[in-house]
């Protein structure tokens, strides 16, 4: 009778063993559908933020940009931004992606995705877990877009058209994409989450799109001399009401630009929108109050390029900072970036034309060394020891030497764009030629390079 007791004493825990495998299988259900739908909303979020930042070259930077030159050159400086996102996009595609975001070594990415080679709808654990790789891919492209898009600022009304093509796709390759797979890449020096050797905190570009752009327009400004007439003859915006509109348009989509970043629909997602909208806004008042303390008048111009300087300066430390610090960062910026481009640009008498290198360039790297003095685990706990413990980020929690990786990262970009800009310069003046005659200029490039005329106000 023993056998049969011992079957009887089984019994229940084999119904219970029964019973339990539906209860578990109904959990996994459960699980795999709130994964799904954690995706899907990840990766709407982050394909709406990917068309907030192209909203941001165009129309954005093209209104923006296009306002502020003479109305004979309104299409030719819009033209500039439209035709980075034809150029780049395809240069994307063949290797740019691959060179920044394969693994390589420390200061480039390999091969492995080479036309788009592997870049589908399952996502990339190493950087975005929840989105399809290929989602990732497209919000990285948008970056790349706008970023040399920003350096056509400081050329405008000046370069030919052929010229600009040429050193734009020679410049992504020889400072983007080093840049991007540095800062962003796995391996990459300063790549503080994927093993970089120097961990530097850029959330959204500050050193990557920033700095890189900013400092690249001082070199090409510098490069190409003056505009005609410059500085002996008046030359205002021709139409305060495009940039208006597109400066209105670049707050906006820089929502997807530095939210965007924090690669999914998340609780560090919303810190970064609080930030980011904190930050234009200090800026835009600190621009507003300098100028009217130096000029006597607070004008347009004024409101909308501080706005633009305080999302450059907040745009490394959004997904690290509480809103408070953002002000600082944003008013900051608002002031440094006004005396940058009156009394700086004045004082030593470069033409950078509308501004590039006195608002990303200075408020890229004044939001850079910010970002190591604000940057609280209380914000991004994605830093970690062994033990899975937050690890302190900037000189609030305490880790002082933050501000000097944020150094080392600034000076790297300094020298990257600073060198590689004078080189393609070279190369682009020997192949084609960099500047427009000066008939040419003098009758507008519309005409002189497109054959066509913003306004017609004949017809």
Known sequence: MKPRVAIFALSPLAAWAQAASPAEERLAAVEAAAQAARSAGDNA???VSAALVLMMTGPGLALFYGGLVRKKNVLGTMMQSFSMMALVSVLWALFGYSLAFSEGNAFTGGFRYLFLNGVGAEPNGDYAATIPHQTFMLFQLMFAIITPALITGAVA??????????????WLVVVYLPMAHMVWGKGGLFNAFLGGRIPCFDFAGGTVVH?????????????????????????????????FIGACLLWVGWFGFNAGSALGASGLAASAFAATHFGAAAATIGWLLAEWRKMGKPSVLGGISGAVAGLVAITPA??????????????AAGVVC?????????RFGYDDSLDAFGIHGAGGTLGAILTGVFATREINDGLKDAS???LPLGLVDGNFGQIFNQFAGTLIAWILAAAGTFVILKVCDLLVGLRVHDQHEIAGLDLSLHGEEGYNLES
């Open 318 to 331: 959004s997904g690290f900072v509480k809103p408070m610090p953002a002000l600082f960062i944003g008013f």
């Open 157 to 170: 009304e000046r370069m030919k058209y052929s010229a600009l093509l040429l050193f734009m796709s020679l």
């Open 388 to 390: 899975g413990n937050a």
């Open 211 to 243: 700095i890189t752009s900013g400092v690249s327009a001082l070199v090409c400004a510098v490069y190409l001399g003056k505009r005609y007439g410059y500085p002996h003859e008046m030359i205002r915006p021709h139409s305060l009401v495009l940039s």
């Open 45 to 47: 979020w982050m394909l």
């Open 338 to 346: 006004f005396y940058m481009v009156t009394a700086v640009k004045h």
